[in-house]
């Protein structure tokens, strides 16, 4: 076991590995966990651990766990990283890369950091995976609380779309809708959280132990380019978190020599909820909370993201990348534009490629560049707004003669 606990990113405590930790207990901020990158430079192999077959998991070594029979998976992790030449034309970038998370078992990215947060549950004892969520996050525990054997609660904005709603309620969570858009929900449940009534295991916000699953898309990045790193990672950004840790992924692998560059780590929000784009568009290092407008990308409704959106504009500064909004029809056109090379992706996960092809006209993106895209979530996670982008045919033939016709009629 390389783990060796938790600094605090604010405050100078530390914290062993075996403590069950949300927050730093002295100063209410958030924790980083902590690994003996030494050891791990003298004992691991890049090339046998690129050899190494699965996804999230085949990375234990740079994870946060102490109890390996704990662990709860469902396959998640390694997803396909496509590499995409006609969109990259249509983009204008040399060379673009998609990296689809909407292949995880539950059809998003956040399988990648709840099956660590589960697994934490079980070493830790507890019998309640819980979380806020827009529907994603919600999805995820109640799938890995079911895989568990444990029970899961999840409280969701009352618009949530059905088919995540759908989805937690036929794995056996309990679905609490609350009036109000995310950030007002999200306060309520990290006070509720905080409060210490309740023996759950919190899955949410202010996990320390989650965030470290997100470090997975750095490795996987960079073992499926070959250790060859791209110029720029861009992610949707809610509350800016995978910008973070997948940054943090990436200057381990550059600490234990394993890769020599860093990408350039940029994100994209909607421009109604892009709290993070003004902080990083005035140069400050905070985030504040803002006032958001009705958007196509429900699960990027983080309209304060706090210490989380302070996480990423580090990140986005010290790599030298951007952060950009993007209105709703530029993100279903970044949907077409993904279907064209056969991706079905909702909404919220396919802002990515609209904010590249804004980067690339604002000259922000060197047409040079090669750029990974991250897509975090399935079109079936939010059908309804795809539904709204198609039109099912009325007509409807019948007998072999009439599908023979309406055959010849397309040529
Ligand atoms: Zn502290």
Same mark, same amino acid.
């Given at each position: 076991?390389?783990?060796?606990?938790?600094?605090?990113?604010?405050?100078?405590?530390?914290?062993?590995?075996?403590?069950? =930790?949300?927050?730093?207990?002295?100063?209410?901020?958030?924790? *980083?966990?902590?690994?003996?990158?030494?050891?791990?430079? &003298?004992? =691991?192999?890049?090339?046998?651990?690129?050899?190494?077959?699965?996804?999230?998991?085949?990375?234990?070594?740079? =994870?946060?766990?102490?109890?390996?029979?704990?662990?709860?998976?469902?396959? *998640?992790?390694?997803?396909?990283?496509?590499?995409?030449?006609?969109?990259a034309?249509?983009v204008g970038v040399r060379e673009l890369?998609?990296?689809?998370?909407?292949?995880?078992?539950? @059809?998003?990215?956040?399988?990648?950091?709840?099956?660590?947060?589960?697994?934490?549950?079980?070493?830790?004892?507890?019998?309640?995976?819980?979380? $806020?969520?827009?529907?994603?996050?919600?999805?995820?525990?109640?799938?890995?609380?079911? &895989?568990?054997?444990?029970?899961?609660?999840?409280?969701?904005?009352?618009?949530?779309?059905?088919?995540?709603?759908?989805?937690?309620?036929?794995?056996?969570?309990?679905?609490?809708?609350?009036?109000?858009?995310?950030?007002?929900?999200?306060?309520?449940?990290?006070?509720?959280?905080?409060? @210490?009534?309740?023996?759950?295991?919190?899955?949410?916000?202010?996990? +320390?132990?989650?965030?470290? @699953?997100?470090?997975?898309?750095?490795?996987?990045?960079?073992? $499926?380019?070959?250790?060859?790193?791209p110029d720029r990672?861009?992610?949707?950004?809610?509350?800016?978190?995978?910008?973070?840790?997948?940054?943090?992924?990436?200057?381990?692998?550059? &600490?234990?020599?394993?890769?020599?560059?860093?990408?350039k780590?940029?994100?994209?929000?909607?421009?109604?909820?892009?709290?993070?784009?003004?902080?990083?568009?005035?140069?400050?290092?905070?985030?504040? +909370?803002?006032?958001?407008?009705?958007?196509?990308?429900?699960?990027?409704?983080?309209? $304060?993201?706090?210490?989380?959106?302070?996480?990423?504009?580090?990140?986005?500064?010290?790599?030298?990348?951007?952060?950009?909004?993007?209105?709703?029809?530029?993100?279903?056109?970044?949907?077409?534009?993904?279907?064209? *090379? @056969?991706?079905?992706?909702?909404?919220?996960?396919?802002?990515?490629?609209?904010?590249?092809? &804004?980067?690339v006209?604002?000259g922000q993106v060197d047409p040079g560049e090669r750029v990974?895209?991250?897509?975090?979530?399935?079109?079936?996670?939010?059908?309804?707004?795809?539904?709204?982008?198609? *039109?099912?045919?009325?007509?409807?033939?019948?007998?072999?003669?009439?599908?023979?016709?309406?055959?010849?009629?397309?040529?």
């Amino acid at each position: 076991m390389y783990f060796t606990g938790f600094a605090c990113t604010s405050c100078d405590a530390t914290y062993g590995p075996k403590e069950d =930790l949300l927050l730093c207990p002295k100063c209410s901020n958030l924790l *980083e966990a902590t690994y003996n990158l030494d050891a791990m430079k &003298r004992e =691991l192999d890049r090339d046998a651990l690129r050899r190494r077959s699965g996804g999230v998991w085949a990375w234990q070594d740079f =994870l946060p766990i102490v109890d390996a029979d704990a662990i709860v998976s469902l396959g *998640e992790g390694g997803t396909p990283m496509l590499r995409c030449d006609r969109l990259a034309r249509l983009v204008g970038v040399r060379e673009l890369w998609v990296k689809s998370d909407a292949a995880n078992p539950t @059809g998003s990215l956040k399988d990648r950091s709840i099956t660590v947060s589960a697994t934490k549950a079980v070493e830790f004892g507890y019998h309640v995976l819980s979380c $806020d969520s827009t529907g994603n996050k919600a999805s995820s525990v109640a799938a890995y609380a079911a &895989r568990a054997g444990l029970a899961s609660v999840v409280f969701c904005p009352e618009d949530t779309p059905v088919p995540k709603v759908m989805q937690s309620l036929f794995f056996g969570a309990k679905v609490i809708r609350v009036r109000g858009h995310y950030a007002q929900i999200n306060a309520m449940y990290r006070r509720l959280i905080h409060s @210490g009534r309740l023996k759950w295991y919190d899955c949410g916000t202010d996990n +320390p132990y989650r965030y470290e @699953g997100k470090k997975t898309y750095a490795y996987e990045i960079a073992r $499926d380019l070959s250790w060859q790193l791209p110029d720029r990672v861009i992610h949707p950004a809610n509350g800016g978190m995978s910008i973070a840790k997948a940054w943090k992924g990436f200057r381990e692998l550059h &600490r234990l020599g394993w890769i020599d560059r860093l990408p350039k780590m940029s994100g994209v929000q909607a421009a109604a909820c892009d709290p993070i784009v003004r902080s990083w568009l005035a140069r400050d290092s905070t985030v504040a +909370p803002i006032e958001k407008n009705p958007t196509v990308a429900g699960a990027l409704a983080g309209a $304060d993201p706090g210490m989380l959106g302070a996480r990423a504009l580090d990140a986005i500064y010290n790599s030298g990348g951007a952060m950009v909004g993007v209105e709703d029809p530029e993100i279903f056109e970044a949907m077409k534009l993904l279907a064209l *090379e @056969g991706l079905f992706i909702e909404p919220s996960g396919a802002v990515p490629i609209a904010g590249l092809r &804004r980067l690339v006209a604002g000259g922000q993106v060197d047409p040079g560049e090669r750029v990974v895209c991250v897509v975090t979530g399935s079109g079936f996670k939010d059908s309804d707004r795809i539904a709204e982008q198609v *039109e099912i045919p009325i007509d409807v033939v019948e007998g072999y003669q009439a599908m023979l016709a309406a055959a010849e009629q397309v040529g």
